[in-house]
């Protein structure tokens, strides 16, 4: 059974970082590319980033573009996302999701992690 | 970026009805289209892909049609599990975009 579990979600003030993780199990971590995907509250979906399986390949919405980055440790099939300089509008459940692919370009998300809340506030 | 456009943005429908919602992407997209569905407090869980390919598990009652710009979600039996919002979202290119969701109330 595919599983990806959030963490390190929290309140942080403007212009902070923090860096959520995401623990996958149940598939060949290796062979798929990884992504975030954020709601703020009570809007719609938004894509943030993805990263291809090999972690050679990482891809940016505009508006975090230059302030997050995403990495990927396979050795603990965990995917990271490192916020800096965040800000109001960066508040949001961030979630974790699964690619059906190696490669990181576009695609769906075939599972998705519970989320874990980021509220940036001063 | 691809601009991806739903409508409604909310219906009320009794258990039963045959429940539409429709996708309207902002170039033609092919077959790249994929729908959610996400119950109140929860993580979306993917429905339909390559806008006519169901995932495994999910109800028959759940279909999916179209291809270029216009495409459609189709309940054909509303259950009182599928109560939920929906939503849509284009594989076709990066940035991967999303509607901004239909929400499915209880008459």
């Known amino acids: 059974e595919v599983q990806l579990v959030e963490s390190g979600g929290g309140l942080v003030q403007p212009g902070g970082s923090l860096r959520l993780s995401c623990a996958a199990s149940?598939?060949?971590?290796?062979?798929?590319?990884m992504s975030w995907v954020r709601q703020a509250p009570g809007k719609g979906l938004e894509w943030v980033s993805s990263l291809s399986g090999g972690g050679g390949s990482a891809y940016f919405a505009d508006s975090v573009k230059g302030r997050f980055t995403i990495s990927r440790d396979n050795s603990k099939n965990t995917v990271y996302l490192q916020m800096n300089s965040l800000r109001v509008e960066d508040t949001a459940v961030y979630y974790c999701?699964?690619?059906?692919?190696?490669?990181?370009?576009?695609?769906?998300?075939?599972?998705w992690g519970q989320g874990t809340l980021v509220a940036v506030s001063s | 970026d691809i601009q991806v456009t739903q409508s409604p943005s909310s219906l009320s429908a009794s258990v039963g009805d045959r429940v539409t919602i429709t996708c309207r992407a902002s170039q033609s997209i092919s077959t790249y289209l994929n729908w959610y569905q996400q119950k109140s407090g929860k993580a979306p869980k993917l429905l339909i892909y390559a806008a006519s390919s169901l995932q495994s598990g999910v109800p028959s009652r759940f279909s999916g049609s179209g291809s270029g710009t216009d495409f459609t979600l189709t309940i054909s039996s509303l259950e009182p599990e599928d109560f939920a919002t929906y939503h849509c979202q284009q594989s076709f290119s990066t940035p991967r975009t999303f509607g901004q969701g239909t929400k499915v109330e209880i008459k």
């Open positions: 149940g598939f060949a971590f290796t062979s798929y590319a």
């Open positions: 999701a699964k690619d059906p692919y190696s490669a990181g370009t576009a695609s769906h998300f075939d599972y």
